[in-house]
């Protein structure tokens, strides 16, 4: 019998081992979970396609949508080594940039922490206003009041504040609700992906000439041209990227290191095949002037070209899934992030907390707090996700260098799946364009008349908070020095671990 106290647990060494809090993330995933998980990414882009095309032209939304894909295939492959390294860090590609950054510059882990947190959480509001426009356009187009003075309001917003609402509610009752709600709006989005990636090219009208490359004319210049082309591959990271979203789920996997890598590869590829295909597809049989008069609207009306008005109904609400579906891997993924750094000591402990269904709720409050305020007060989606960008693709810039310095730093850790040479120097060059996409896309957004002085200022600001909280929780909670630099504690050798396969891609 166990007279040990309640919060002390006995390890199975023997040795006792104090514990804030009993609960613990539960291993109830498979790979086809977290799999799941990254079929929000079609929603990003059917979400913000008709924004990219209406300016640079289909054949241009092509070049930046399929271009950051292939970006984000190959850091999915690079994560793969950290994520097995790491298996019970929860929070996903902040904690291999804590653990690679933490013994030379210590900030880099709560700045790519709140940033990740940032590009992830603000899906809760570019999918909530995307689903309340579709709506409006759809069932409610005579509905026209709005408030736009500091405040922004109308049916859409009211629409994104009940569904903010309502996704938080799903999630704080535990996986099984979380992975319900996957399960159902995943399906759902296989009905328009159908609608818009295949039958497009069985119109009538539909030709490839239609794909119209609109760099020059909205740049001006050749370098006009390349800059524009880098700020909108900066914007669509938030996009692209995100298929990385099932490593924040590793801890809760039933074969951490397994079923992490399979959902890593198996995701990229399947959104690597939409990100191709649905830019000819809309491009073909939808005009850039039409894209650009209604970036979302145009959608309701292909569905009536393609199937009628009344059956049109039926697939804007299997959109409507789609967006759901993204919503809800933003709330749940964004929550973990808050307590993964909470737990590695990145941020104040108050989110170092499960509730009852063991789910990281606090992380949850703020998610949907500043969710809602940014609907209220940004006046479009794009604005939305230039603010929040900045923080998501730094957070990009010091995982992938990790993974390089860890390898310098301490090699004697375990790597179950140890990435070959060659793709450390992709991961090197990914790094450093990453940073390049920082310092063009942040300072330039404007270009695409989405975004400005006022959404950089908020990126800043937002990175600046993770440094506060960081320095608060090291100052004020533990009661130790700040410092740019932590010690980082002797780990077993690796050659009592079990050997490693250098990976021969």
Same mark, same amino acid.
């Given at each position: ?60 939304a092509l ?26 860090h929860?929070g ?15 900030? @880099? ?16 509001a ?37 569904l ?59 370098w ?51 990100? @191709? ?7 073909g049989?939808v005009?850039?002037?039409a894209?650009?008069? @209604? ?100 957070c ?34 990914l ?37 506060a ?36 891609a």
């Amino acid at each position: 019998m166990n007279d040990s106290p309640p919060d002390v647990i006995t390890s199975a060494h023997g040795v006792a081992v104090a514990e804030a809090d009993e609960r613990q993330l539960l291993k109830t995933m498979n790979w086809y979970d977290g799999f799941v998980m990254t079929l929000s990414n079609p929603g990003f882009i059917i979400a913000n396609l008709g924004y990219t095309t209406g300016q640079v032209g289909a054949a241009g939304a092509l070049t930046v949508w399929l271009g950051s894909m292939v970006i984000a295939v190959l850091q999915n492959k690079i994560y793969t080594e950290p994520a097995t390294m790491f298996p019970e860090h929860a929070g996903g590609i902040p904690m291999y940039a804590f653990e690679g950054w933490r013994s030379r510059f210590s900030p @880099a882990g709560p700045m790519s922490a709140i940033g990740y947190w940032a590009g992830w959480s603000s899906v809760l509001a570019i999918f909530g206003l995307t689903t309340g426009g579709l709506v409006q356009a759809q069932w409610f187009p005579s509905q026209t009041w709005s408030v736009a003075h500091i405040v922004h309001l109308d049916l859409a917003r009211v629409i994104a504040i009940a569904l903010i609402i309502a996704l938080w509610i799903v999630n704080s009752m535990g996986v099984k609700p979380m992975k319900i709600m996957g399960y159902l709006t995943g399906s759902l989005l296989f009905v328009p992906l159908f609608l818009l990636m295949v039958v497009p090219f069985f119109l009538s009208d539909f030709s490839l000439s239609h794909l119209s490359w609109g760099f020059a004319g909205a740049a001006g210049s050749t370098w006009g041209a390349v800059q524009l082309a880098l700020v909108w591959l900066y914007l669509n990271a938030w996009s692209a990227y995100g298929i990385e979203v099932c490593a924040t789920f590793a801890p809760e996997y039933h074969d951490t290191e397994q079923d992490t890598s399979k959902a890593l590869i198996r995701s990229a590829m399947f959104c690597l095949a939409v990100y @191709a295909i649905l830019p000819v597809a809309l491009g073909g049989v939808v005009s850039q002037q039409a894209m650009a008069q @209604a970036p979302l609207g145009f959608y309701a009306d292909l569905l009536h070209r393609e199937i009628g008005a009344g059956w049109s109904d039926i697939v804007i609400v299997c959109m409507i899934g789609s967006f759901l579906l993204g919503m809800n891997a933003a709330s749940a993924g964004g929550a973990r992030t808050l307590y993964g750094m909470s737990r590695s000591g990145m941020t104040i402990k108050w989110f170092d907390h499960l509730n009852k269904h063991n789910v990281p709720n606090r992380g949850m409050y703020v998610d949907v707090t500043l969710n809602i305020l940014a609907v209220l007060f940004l006046p479009t989606t794009v604005a939305v996700l230039a603010a929040s960008n900045m923080g998501y693709v730094v957070c990009h810039v010091f995982a992938l260098s990790a993974v390089l310095l860890l390898r310098k730093d301490r090699p004697e850790l375990h790597r179950p799946l140890r990435l070959s040479t060659p793709w450390l120097w992709v991961a090197g060059l990914l790094a450093a364009f990453n940073a390049v996409l920082i310092v063009v896309g942040s300072t330039s957004f404007a270009m695409t008349g989405y975004g400005g002085i006022r959404e950089l200022l908020v990126g800043v600001g937002l990175l600046a908070t993770g440094c506060a909280l960081y320095a608060y929780r090291r100052v004020v909670q533990d009661k130790q020095r700040f410092t740019f630099r932590t010690h980082i504690p002797a780990v077993v050798n690796s050659a009592v671990l079990p050997s490693t396969v250098e990976d021969a891609a």
